[in-house]
Every structure is written in C-alpha cells, then in structure tokens.
C-alpha cells in the first residue's frame, strides 16, 4: 500500500485561482458552481472508460489528462473496473505529470467509480473460480450479492474505493460514485436494493469521515432515464434519505448531514431524457425534470454518454447542426449541446486518442450557447 499519497482535495479559493491560471484562455461560462461550496469545476470533464487496456493507450491517457488539466479542464472522471482497472493508473500518472508542470491538487476534482467487477488480468477464463478466489476467499462478498458483473457489497466497495485512491495516487477523492447499482433490481427488487445501498452509503460516510472522500453518489444508465412506474427508476429524493440515515448511524447524530452530491446520467441530443422527462419529486411538492431536481435538491449531476458511444462525433441531429454549423466539427457540436443545458453541471467525455483532446479545448474557449436559444432547439423538434 502506498504511503506518499498527495494529500488535498478540490477548493473554491484553489479552483477559483485555477480559472485564471490554467484555464484563463477558456471562455467566462466554461466552469461552473459545485452545489452551494463554489467550486469551480469545468464544463466538459475527461472520462476514461474507452480505449484498449495495452501500456499505449496507458501513456496516452496520462498525457491527455495532463494536458488537459494544464488547459482548463479540471474534472476527471474514472472508475474501478474501467479498462480492467488501468484507468486509474493512467489517470495517477497525468496526474503526476500535471503536479509537476504546476497543477495543484487542490484545483481537481477527480471522481472514481465501483460496483462492477475489476479483473486485473482481463476476462477470467473461469469465473466461479475467481470469484472464489478473489472475492469470497478474500470476504469481499458472495454470489448473493452478484448480479451479472456488478457486485453490490460494502466490502468490495470500500475495497474498490481504496483501489482507486492507491492507484491514482491521492489521500482523497472528491467524489466516489456507485455504478449503475439498478442492474439489481430484476433480481432482487427495489427493496432490497436500497437496503443493500444504505449500508454502502454508511460505508461512504464512514470514508467522508475518514478524509478518503469527500462526496459520493451513484452513477446510472437507465434509473433516472425511465419513467417513474418503470421498475429500474431512482428517485433522487429516495437516495438522499437513504443517506441522511447513513449519516445518523456513522456520525451519531439525528442532525447529521449528509454527503450524497453528486449524480451521473446518460444525456446528449437523442437521449434527452434527463432534461425532458419530468419523474423526479424534490419534497417541496413539485415535479421536475432530474436536472431541475438535482439543482433544488443540491447535488451536483454530471452528464455521461456525451458522445453516444462515438456515435455522435460523427454526426448529429439536423437542429443541432442548424443552430451550430459554424462549430468545426460534429464532434464540438455534441459537446457544446451538452454543456449549455441548464442544470447540467459538467459533461464528460472519454477521450483516448491525443488528437481528439484538441476538440474539447477548442470547446472550452467558447460561451456556452444562451439560455433562449438553448430552448429554441427543443422547439424545432416538436
């Protein structure tokens, strides 16, 4: 286990100094505000899930994250199980890279996942007998708690916390996201589910008190995507609950607050879902759209799937290219649609191919489109 972590973690005043230092060629509206601490955090995020897990796609990762964070970018997002595990020592050396050329820690915020199964060595030709050996042996949990790949126990998932941090390299994450935890509910309910997920939740207050984390969420595909009566949907309003008794347990402490803030969702120009679809309740009587809710409810939510599997970097919808054709590319055009919704915090990309990095830079450098016009592209659609 590594001992010389960097310690720190995300800052307003460091963030702030981050927009005129690093990002001070990036356009005013690039960064936006983390809930009600003012972070300042990029629009555009670099994710880390696509690529092959070889050593060359290792050191192009680390020089794409480097160099975007020296450019503006400060959000990083990775997970556990991302290219069997490599991302996040790709992600520690750009990190390592940045620290040297002058980033500070505290101007990051860097964001990991668990939940899906990290096989170190790719595919297991055998599973049961890994899962044997590497979870059960090791009482990291058992097959009731596996479902397909995904394995939902506070065991593993402390395990998969402490994964990322040794391997990226730093005392505390600024944010530790459960995966795509609905994959469960087909096979054990929703009832299950939540209790399985509130005593995950105590494991992530217990690692907020710790100083191993600051916040953490859940990450999903289709629970904030579907309609409310569909089995797989998640309430926000419901996860928060499930958090503010985790809080109590670990803090001792009817009044203690909880650290469930950040959201990740599906969302570009053909899954609109998250801004269109009102199914989320706030517990102020209203109904909203999840990017409204999360912004009542306080939680920052980040957008995945921007480019729609690649799909979009190389077309797009015909109202996006009409009210964006003077964009370079279709690749800019799904990145500018993103990060100019309202309520959407910070929209990622994974980006593994160095040429590629030029396109979110140039992105970075432009105003958001305005609010008025932003709408006028829904209109255009009905």
């Known amino acids: 286990m590594k001992t010389n972590l960097i310690p720190g973690f995300a800052t307003r005043e460091a963030t702030e100094r981050y927009t005129q230092t690093f990002g001070k060629n990036c356009a005013e509206g690039h960064y936006s505000d983390f809930i009600n601490l003012h972070l300042k955090l990029s629009s555009i995020g670099l994710g880390t899930f696509p690529g092959a897990a070889t050593d060359e796609v290792d050191g192009q990762y680390a020089e794409i994250i480097s160099k975007g964070l020296q450019n503006g970018i400060n959000v990083i997002d990775t997970g556990a199980h991302y290219r069997y595990g490599r991302s996040l020592g790709a992600v520690g050396m750009g990190l390592r890279k940045a620290f040297e050329a002058g980033v500070s820690r505290e101007e990051l915020f860097l964001v990991s996942k668990g939940g899906f199964l990290t096989f170190k060595e790719g595919p297991p030709q055998d599973m049961a007998a890994w899962f044997d050996a590497e979870i059960v042996k090791k009482n990291l949990g058992n097959l009731d708690d596996l ?86 949907f998640q309430s926000i309003t419901s996860l928060q609950g499930l958090a503010e008794r985790a809080a109590k347990i670990v803090q001792g ?95 990622l990309v994974g980006v593994s191919t160095p040429s590629h990095l030029e396109d979110v830079l140039e992105v970075a450098k432009m105003m958001p489109i305005e609010k008025t016009a932003y709408l006028k592209m829904y209109q255009r659609t009905e």
């Open 253 to 347: 402490d009817v009044m203690a607050k909880h650290h469930f803030k950040v959201v990740q969702m599906p969302f570009n120009q053909v899954m609109l879902e998250g801004f269109t679809r009102f199914s989320q309740t706030t517990g102020q009587g209203n109904i909203a759209g999840t990017f409204q809710a999360a912004h009542q409810l306080k939680v920052y939510l980040m957008a995945s799937h921007t480019m729609f599997k690649g799909h979009l970097a190389t077309q797009c919808t015909d109202t996006v290219l009409q009210s964006m054709s003077q964009l370079k590319n279709h690749a800019q055009r799904a990145l500018q649609f993103n990060r100019s919704t309202p309520g959407l915090g910070t929209t």
């Open 147 to 232: 479902t397909q790949a995904h394995l939902l126990n506070p065991r593993y998932i402390a395990f998969q916390l402490e994964l990322s941090r040794q391997a990226m390299g730093v005392e505390t994450l600024d944010a530790f996201l459960i995966d795509q935890p609905e994959v469960h509910i087909p096979r054990i309910g929703k009832e299950m589910l939540n209790k399985k997920l509130e005593q995950i939740f105590v494991v992530l207050e217990q690692a907020v008190k710790d100083g191993r984390i600051r916040y953490y969420g859940i990450s999903t595909f289709s629970g904030f995507r579907v309609e409310t009566d569909d089995k797989l």
